[in-house]
């Protein structure tokens, strides 16, 4: 693995959409920098060439420049970006998109700066629109179930049809489907495919099983 010493890896812009790579984003949350390339080389081998690595512990962007490093065949995206230079962090450890829970006008724009594909997270119809006239049409919709679910982002797809989502929050491969047909969802946030307890075992066969019945749930 790749040390805090060594230059930073710069991302080759992901081509596409990034809701358009897997049915299902996994959400990943690694406590242990060990656990970055296993984790992600089981997901590859599931059938998901992605992950949205959030930045929410310690070892987060060096697990992220590991992966970026060490797994090039994987679409590595940083999540849980809260400010601009958290963006521009994320990008020089090899981030290829990013992911925000929520927008505002200076996330946006910082965002925007990296020259990354990016998710801002959504959860109203205000908001929403305040994306759209900022000239980016893919979103997140997060909290996904506790902000309405399924049945709130069908009742959207009429009246805002720009709008595509990827919802993340309280999802699982139950449910899932039900988003996943809808017409403005390109695919949704999984956090369910790295368990804590799967991950402290270390059992990088049970994340592939995960993954593979993730990938199939198009």
Avoid at 39 to 53: C, D, F, M, N, Q
């Amino acid at each position: 693995m790749s040390s805090p010493s060594e230059a930073p890896v710069r991302p080759v812009p992901h081509q596409g959409s990034v809701l358009d790579v897997v049915p299902v984003m996994p959400v990943v949350v690694l406590e242990r920098l060990e656990h970055a390339v296993p984790v992600a080389r089981a997901l590859v081998a599931g059938g998901l060439p992605a992950i949205e690595l959030t930045l929410r512990t310690e070892v987060a962007l060096e697990a992220l420049r590991a992966i970026a490093t060490e797994v090039p065949e994987i679409l590595v995206g940083a999540g849980t970006i809260l400010s601009p230079a958290q963006a521009q962090e994320a990008r020089d450890a090899g981030a290829r998109f990013l992911v925000s829970p929520g927008a505002t006008p200076a996330l946006l724009a910082g965002m925007l700066d990296t020259g990354l594909p990016f998710l801002p997270g959504t959860a109203t119809v205000s908001e929403v629109l305040a994306v759209l006239e900022a000239g980016v049409t893919e979103m997140k919709f997060f909290p996904a179930e506790a902000s309405g679910g399924a049945p709130y982002l069908k009742s959207l797809a009429s009246p805002v049809p720009t709008a595509r989502f990827c919802p993340t929050g309280g999802i699982t491969a139950a449910s899932a489907p039900a988003y996943l047909a809808l017409p403005n969802v390109g695919c949704v946030g999984g956090s369910w495919l790295t368990p804590a307890d799967v991950l402290a075992a270390e059992d990088w066969g049970r994340v592939e099983t995960l993954a593979r019945e993730a990938a199939a749930l198009r």
